[in-house]
C-alpha cells in the first residue's frame, strides 16, 4: 500500500497553507469523533488494560488540545499494550486514531501504515461498512499527496470522466460499498472526497456535480463540510473561467464575454456557498468551522476585486470578526495558521499571492498588531510542539521583517530559525525551499552575493526534488506558478550567470562550472514550465541526458535565453565546448514591446507587399549581431534556440541583417526546442515512410466561432500524397476522433500530418485542432490517443501542424505549441506561429517534404530551403509576393532538429 514517494510528498499539505487552503480541504472523515475503546478487565491482564486505557484517554486529551505529537506517544504506547494482550480490535481502533493524527500532521507514510493494518483488520472481519470508510481515508491521503489519480481509484474507480450521472462505481470502490451498505455517511465522505480530489485535478465540473450529489443528503453533520467545499470549487473554476476570457481576449475570440460572465457567476455562487457554511458553522457552534469560512470570504474579496463581489465594508466587518474570533480558539495548528494568514493580509488594493515569495507593498494590519499575531503564533507552535507549523511562523515572522520593515538583521534570524527547525526536526523538507530562497534573497539585499547563492542553489535542490508533486498536486497552483516556483530558478540562474561572467577568460568565454549550472538551472525551468501548463496529464521522462557539450554537433551552435526583470542573457553554446554569453541591457517589458512590434509587422503581411524590417533589424542586432564572429569563425550551419518567456514568441528565420541583406534563414537553418532533456537527436530516413494526413478544408464552426475554409489544403494534402505514396487521408467528415483511433491503432505512422485549424491558448482546454465533424481534438486527448496505441518503439516522429494560431503576445500559448510534440508523443513538430491560409503553405509543404526525404537533409534543413523557395520566388511557379516573412516565417521546428 505504502510507496516512497510519501518519504518527500507532503508537498500538497505544505503549500496549500499559501493560500489560506489550510481551511479549505475537509478531511470528511474528520467529523467522526475519535474511538475511545471499552477495555474488557481480564484476570491476567487486568492490570495492563487498565494502563492502556488512561494512555487512550490521554491520548483523546492530547489530541482535543491540538497537541499531535503528545497524543501519538500515549496512544502508540496503549497500541504496544494491547498487541502484548492479542486485544486486536482495540488495536485496530488506536490504529484508527494514530491514523488521522499523522494525516493531521502531514505525515502520510504513517497514516497510511496504520490505514493498511486497520484495512486489513476490518477485511479479516468482513466489516464492509468499515472497509468503505477506510477506503475513503486512504484515498484522501493520496489526494493530499498530489496522487489524485490514485485516490479516485479507492473512491469509485473511474477518473476520466465528464458527467457522473448513470456512473457506476467500480466493485470495492468506497463508494460502491457504502452504497451497497446502505452507509449514508460514508456515502456522504465518499462523495465529498471525490468532489475535492476532481476540484485539486482541476476539473472542477465534476467536483461540483459530486459535490452537489453529497449536499442532497442534507445531513446536518456535513453541511458546513458541503458548502465550504462547494464554495472553493467554485471559486477555483471562476479563476479558470478568467483565463479562458483572457485567452480569447488576445486571440480576439467572441467568446471572450461569456467566459467572463461564467466567471462572475460562479465568484456569486461561491460566496453564497461560503455565506451558508459560515451561517451553519455558527448555528452549530463550530468556532474553528467559523474561522475556516470567514477567511475564505476574505480570499474571495480578493481574488474578485475586478467585478466589486464583496463590499468593502463587508470585507472589513469578517476581517474583524475573524481577529475576534481568534481569541475564542482553542489552541491549536490551525489557529497557529489562523494567526499567521491574517497577519499577512495584503492591502486592500494589493492582489492575493503567495504571501513568502514576494513582498507586499502594503499590509492590510498595522505592523504592530501583525507583530502580535506572529508573536502568538510561534507561542502556541511552541506548546503544542508541532515542529511543522513552528518552523511556518519563524519564516513568516522572517519574511514580515524582510518586506515591511527592511530590518534583515531579524529577518535573517527569524528565518535561520525556520530553516534549522525544517532541517533538524522534520521529516519532509518540503518548506525548507522557502526558507533557504528567502534566507538567500535576504543576503542578496545586502549585497552579499557570494554567501546568497548556496542558499538559492539548496532552495532550487529541494523543488527539484518536489517539482512534479507540487505541480501535480493541487490544479490552482498553475496559476501561482509564476509566483511561487518560477522566481527561484529565475533568481539562481542570474546569480550563477553573473559569476560566470566574472571569471571571464581573455576571449570572453564563461567560466565552465558556474556557466554549465546556470544552463542546469535555465532547462530545469523550461521542464517545470512545460509541466506547469499541461498540467496532471503531462508526463515528461527524460530522453536526452548529455549536456549541450555533448550534444552539439560540429556544424550547429545553441543560443539559449533567459529573461530577467532588467536584462535578458543570451547564452551561446559552440560544438569544441565554447560557450559566450551577451546581455541585452533591456527591461522586461522594454524587450517584450520591441517583440511585440516585430510580430505585429509580420502579422500585417497579410496587407502589406513590401515588408519594412526595422524592427527585424533591431532585434537582429540586439540577439545575433553579438554571436556573429562566433558562428562565423566555427562555420556554423544551423541554430537551435531554447528560448524563454515571450522570445518564444519570435519567428527567429525572419530576424534581418542590414549589413548582409539577410534573413536570418538565409544563413542558418533554424530549430527551436522546450528543452534538450526532452528532444531526441537521431537522425531518421524518411524516404519511404508512410504518412497519416488529417485534413479540414471546409467551414467549421465550434462554440460561436467560426472557422474559415481552407480551400488550399486539398493542394497541400496532394503534394504530401505525391512524396509519400503510403499516404492515408481522414478528410473532413472522415477525420473524426474515433476514425482518427482506429487508424492509428491498426498502423504506425512515422509522420501525421494535420491540415486543419489548430488554436493554442494561454491554458491546455483552448488547445486544441478542429476536426471534420465540428469537434475539438485537444492535445491531451491527442497525446493519450498516440501513448495508448504506439509502444515506445512506434512514436510519431514527426507532427506537422500548417494551421495553428497562437495568441498574439500570450508567451503561455507559445509555450503550448512548444511543447505540443512532448505532449503528443512525437519526437518533433513542424508547426505554424499564425495561420497563413494561402497556397504558399501548399508550396512550402511541398518542398519541404521533399527536402526531408533526402538522406543528408536535417529537418531544419528541409524547412530552410522551403523557406527560402518562397524568398527566391522568380518564377511563375509561386507568386514573387510570397517573399514576405508574412508567408513562410511563421513555420517553425520544434524538437529533433536532425
Not at 185 to 210: F, K
Not at 674 to 690: E, G, I, M, R, Y
Request: proline share 2%.
Amino acid at each position: 500500500m505504502v510507496n516512497k514517494i510519501f518519504s518527500k510528498s507532503t508537498t500538497h499539505y505544505w503549500l496549500t497553507i499559501l493560500f489560506f487552503v489550510s481551511f479549505t480541504f475537509c478531511v470528511w472523515l474528520n467529523n467522526v469523533q475519535l474511538i475511545i475503546p471499552q477495555v474488557s478487565m481480564g484476570n491476567l491482564v487486568q492490570a495492563q488494560a487498565i494502563d492502556a486505557d488512561k494512555l487512550v484517554n490521554r491520548g483523546v486529551e492530547s489530541y482535543k488540545t491540538g497537541n499531535f505529537q503528545a497524543a501519538i506517544q500515549s496512544w502508540e504506547a496503549a497500541l504496544k499494550l494491547y498487541e502484548q494482550q492479542k486485544n486486536y480490535n482495540h488495536v485496530t481502533v488506536v490504529s484508527e486514531n494514530l491514523a488521522r493524527t499523522y494525516q493531521q500532521l502531514g505525515e502520510n507514510e504513517q497514516a497510511l501504515n496504520y490505514w493498511d493494518k486497520v484495512n486489513n483488520y476490518y477485511r479479516s472481519q468482513q466489516n464492509w461498512l468499515k472497509v468503505g470508510r477506510v477506503l475513503t481515508e486512504i484515498a484522501q491521503v493520496y489526494s493530499n499527496v498530489g496522487q489524485t489519480a490514485k485516490a479516485i481509484n479507492f473512491l469509485c474507480g473511474a477518473s476520466d470522466i465528464k458527467n457522473i450521472e448513470n456512473l457506476t462505481c467500480q466493485q470495492g470502490s468506497a463508494l460502491q460499498i457504502a452504497t451497497q451498505q446502505q452507509d449514508k455517511v460514508g456515502e456522504i465522505a465518499a462523495l465529498g472526497s471525490l468532489g475535492e480530489t476532481y476540484r485539486l485535478r482541476g476539473n472542477y465540473d465534476v467536483a461540483i456535480q459530486y459535490l452537489e450529489a453529497a449536499k442532497k443528503s442534507d445531513n446536518q453533520t456535513y453541511n458546513f463540510a458541503i458548502l465550504n467545499s462547494l464554495g472553493n470549487a467554485r471559486a477555483s473554476r471562476a479563476q479558470l473561467w478568467n483565463l479562458r476570457a483572457k485567452s480569447a481576449q488576445q486571440q480576439s475570440v467572441s467568446r471572450a464575454t461569456e467566459f467572463q460572465q461564467n466567471a462572475n457567476n460562479d465568484y456569486q455562487q461561491a460566496l453564497e456557498y461560503f455565506q451558508a457554511s459560515l451561517k451553519e458553522a455558527r448555528q452549530q457552534d463550530n468556532k474553528s468551522g467559523e474561522m475556516r469560512s470567514l477567511l475564505n470570504q476574505i480570499q474571495l474579496f480578493y481574488r474578485s476585486k475586478t467585478i466589486s463581489l464583496i463590499p468593502q465594508n463587508e470585507f472589513e466587518v469578517n476581517i474583524q470578526a475573524a481577529l475576534g474570533l481568534l481569541d475564542k480558539l482553542p489552541d491549536s495548528v490551525n489557529k497557529v495558521y489562523s494567526a499567521i494568514d491574517l497577519a499577512n493580509l495584503p492591502g486592500v488594493d494589493e492582489e492575493l499571492s503567495s504571501p513568502f515569495t514576494q513582498c507586499l507593498t502594503k499590509s492590510k494590519l498595522p505592523n504592530a498588531q501583525a507583530k502580535e499575531l506572529f508573536n502568538q503564533a510561534i507561542k502556541i507552535s511552541q506548546r503544542l510542539e508541532d515542529y511543522r507549523s513552528e518552523s511556518y511562523a519563524l519564516g513568516a515572522f522572517g519574511h514580515f521583517y524582510e518586506c515591511q520593515e527592511k530590518n534583515y538583521k531579524l529577518a535573517w534570524e527569524f528565518t535561520n530559525k525556520a530553516i534549522l527547525l525544517a532541517d533538524q526536526k522534520l521529516k519532509a523538507k518540503d518548506s525548507l525551499y522557502l526558507w533557504e530562497w528567502q534566507a538567500g534573497r535576504i543576503l542578496k539585499a545586502e549585497n552579499q552575493d557570494t554567501k546568497a547563492l548556496p542558499f538559492y542553489q539548496r532552495a532550487y535542490n529541494i523543488l527539484e526534488q518536489l517539482r512534479s508533486d507540487i505541480l501535480i498536486a493541487d490544479r490552482d497552483f498553475q496559476f501561482d506558478f509564476r509566483d511561487i516556483i518560477e522566481p527561484v530558478y529565475r533568481q539562481l540562474a542570474q546569480l550563477q550567470l553573473e559569476f560566470a561572467s566574472t571569471n571571464i577568460t581573455s576571449n570572453k568565454e564563461l567560466n565552465k562550472p558556474e556557466f554549465n549550472s546556470a544552463l542546469t538551472t535555465i532547462n530545469s525551468l523550461r521542464l517545470a514550465e512545460i509541466q506547469n501548463y499541461f498540467g496532471n496529464d503531462c508526463i515528461l521522462t527524460a530522453i536526452e541526458n548529455r549536456n549541450i557539450a555533448e550534444i552539439v554537433e560540429e556544424d550547429s551552435a545553441f543560443i539559449s535565453s533567459i529573461v530577467l526583470k532588467d536584462k535578458t542573457g543570451i547564452i551561446l553554446s559552440l560544438p569544441n565546448q565554447e560557450t559566450h554569453l551577451e546581455w541585452i541591457d533591456k527591461s522586461r517589458e522594454t524587450l517584450s514591446q520591441n517583440i511585440k512590434n516585430f510580430y505585429d509587422g509580420l502579422i500585417r503581411g497579410k496587407r502589406d507587399i513590401i515588408y519594412n524590417t526595422k524592427d527585424a533589424e533591431n532585434l537582429y542586432e540586439l540577439i545575433i549581431r553579438p554571436l556573429e564572429k562566433y558562428l562565423e569563425a566555427q562555420k556554423i550551419q544551423t541554430l537551435v534556440f531554447i528560448q524563454d518567456s515571450f522570445l518564444r514568441n519570435v519567428p527567429m528565420a525572419a530576424l534581418y541583417d542590414k549589413i548582409g541583406k539577410k534573413y536570418l534563414i538565409e544563413k542558418y537553418a533554424i530549430a527551436t526546442t522546450p528543452s534538450l532533456q526532452l528532444t531526441s537527436t537521431q537522425k531518421v530516413n524518411f524516404k519511404s515512410t508512410k504518412a497519416l494526413v488529417l485534413a479540414v478544408s471546409k467551414e467549421i464552426q465550434i462554440d460561436d466561432v467560426l472557422f474559415e475554409p481552407l480551400i488550399n489544403v486539398p493542394l497541400e494534402t496532394k503534394s504530401i500524397q505525391e512524396q509519400f505514396p503510403n499516404t492515408k487521408k481522414l478528410e473532413n467528415q472522415d477525420f473524426t476522433i474515433s476514425n482518427l483511433k482506429k487508424e492509428i491503432q491498426n498502423t504506425a505512422y512515422p509522420i501525421i500530418h494535420v491540415a486543419t485549424h489548430a488554436q493554442f491558448g494561454t491554458i491546455p482546454e483552448d488547445t486544441f485542432l478542429v476536426t471534420g465533424n465540428n469537434d475539438k481534438l485537444t492535445i491531451n486527448q491527442l497525446e493519450t490517443l498516440l501513448r495508448e496505441t504506439n509502444n515506445n518503439s512506434n512514436l510519431v516522429e514527426l507532427l506537422a501542424l500548417t494551421a495553428c494560431q497562437t495568441a498574439v503576445g500570450d508567451d503561455r500559448s507559445t509555450l503550448g505549441l512548444a511543447g505540443v510534440a512532448l505532449q503528443a508523443g512525437a519526437k518533433s513538430a513542424m508547426a505554424s506561429l499564425w495561420s497563413v491560409g494561402d497556397e504558399s503553405t501548399a508550396n512550402l509543404v511541398a518542398e519541404f517534404y521533399n527536402q526531408l526525404r533526402q538522406p543528408k537533409i536535417t529537418k531544419a534543413q528541409a524547412l530552410q530551403l522551403a523557406q527560402l523557395k518562397l524568398i527566391n520566388a522568380k518564377t511563375t511557379e509561386i507568386d514573387i509576393q510570397y517573399n514576405h516573412p508574412y508567408y513562410w516565417a511563421p513555420f517553425i521546428i520544434i524538437g529533433n532538429w536532425l
